[in-house]
């Protein structure tokens, strides 16, 4: 299995911007399509952005794209995801998740296996 853990998360105005990274360890990273998601307090968790093995294509929730960016480092087993234009409606706490399926791609929660504890982001307005 792999290990997964959030960093990076914070407080910033609307507007502003943050990074977060999701260090990976245990098994081949290279083998995991990787997600990053959110859940808002009372809301579901929902999928933000995803990232095939190789890192050659990305694919993004309507609602972060063009402002959100998720990118991995295969040899140093991290994902990324850079958050700009930060609104207070992305406030929630962000989770790295991990699939080691046939797929290219997953955008539902219950298709990734492993978890990170997650990482508070707060946009104040």
């Known amino acids: 299995q792999v290990q997964l853990v959030e960093s990076g998360g914070g407080l910033v105005q609307a507007g502003g911007s943050l990074r977060l990274s999701c260090a990976a360890s245990?098994?081949?990273?290279?083998?995991?399509?990787m997600g990053w998601f959110r859940q808002a307090p009372g809301k579901e968790r929902e999928f933000v952005a995803g990232?095939?093995?190789?890192?050659?294509?990305?694919y993004y929730a309507d609602s972060v794209k063009g402002r959100f960016t998720i990118s991995r480092d295969n040899a140093k087993n991290t994902v990324s995801l850079q958050m700009n234009s930060l609104k207070p409606e992305d406030t929630a706490v962000y989770y790295c998740?991990?699939?080691?399926?046939?797929?290219?791609?997953?955008?539902?929660?219950?298709?990734?296996?492993?978890w990170g504890q997650g990482t508070q982001v707060t946009v104040s307005s």
């Open positions: 245990g098994r081949t990273f290279s083998n995991y399509v």
């Open positions: 990232i095939t093995r190789s890192g050659g294509s990305t």
């Open positions: 998740a991990a699939n080691h399926g046939s797929g290219s791609y997953y955008t539902r929660r219950y298709e990734y296996d492993y």
